[in-house]
């Protein structure tokens, strides 16, 4: 499945023409006239969830485009999101992608930068759905894990060693690698690295 690129933009000439320039390049678009016409498309069964990028201008009204994607970020939105922003916003898109947008560009853009951003960012969104099912079950087994594993889970992320994690919890070494054993047969890694890098990219719900 080809993802969609969803472009968000109140601008109507500038949004049509970015459509053309992506639809030229055999990359599929559908367009929105602003944040709040693309959440109100996201309800429950929407192919608007679907694999996707969303291309998102971060000056509109009313809704803003920053404000269009914190809504977005408490629905759980997974795919990337790639702000369009004039040199004045350059300071908010820059937060933006700390705060977790996958990218931003300045207007106005260079063709080939933009459709060579964007695919960029297609090939990201197949990247997190190939591995999405694998995803749910990391979450879901992390889910699952005891009180008592989480506690051992939690130290090991800090880097301690059994003993400093046994006696920060008061329990045995003995008690704290069997703890480990089970957290790593039930997340299925191999090593408290493996651990760390699932827990950076799935250790919380997408």
């Known amino acids: 499945m080809t993802p969609t690129i969803h472009l968000v933009d109140d601008d109507t000439d500038f949004r049509e023409g970015l459509a053309w320039l992506l639809d030229s390049r055999g990359l599929a678009t559908q367009g929105w006239a602003g944040g709040e016409a693309f959440l109100?498309?996201?309800?429950?069964?929407?192919?608007t969830w679907?694999?996707?990028v969303l291309l998102l201008?971060?000056?509109?009204e009313p809704l803003s485009g920053l404000?269009?994607?914190?809504?977005?970020?408490?629905?759980?939105w997974p795919w990337p999101v790639l702000f369009l922003t004039g040199h004045g916003d350059v300071d908010m898109a820059v937060k933006a992608v700390k705060n977790g947008a996958w990218d931003f560009l300045e207007k106005p853009f260079q063709n080939n930068l933009l459709v060579d951003r964007v695919e960029a960012a297609r090939q990201a969104a197949l990247a997190m759905q190939r591995e999405a099912p694998e995803r749910q079950r990391f979450q879901q087994a992390l889910a699952a894990l005891s009180m008592r594993e989480r506690e051992v889970l939690d130290q090991l992320l800090q880097g301690h060693y059994n003993k400093n994690i046994a006696?920060?919890?008061?329990?045995?070494?003995?008690?704290?690698?069997?703890?480990?054993?089970n957290i790593f047969e039930k997340l299925q890694v191999n090593s408290a690295v493996e651990l760390a890098h699932r827990m950076g990219r799935w250790g919380s719900p997408a």
């Open 40 to 47: 109100a498309s996201l309800g429950p069964g929407s192919p």
């Open 50 to 52: 679907d694999c996707c």
């Open 57 to 60: 201008d971060i000056r509109m």
């Open 67 to 76: 404000a269009t994607f914190e809504r977005l970020k408490g629905l759980g």
């Open 167 to 181: 006696d920060h919890l008061g329990i045995t070494p003995r008690t704290v690698e069997f703890h480990r054993a």
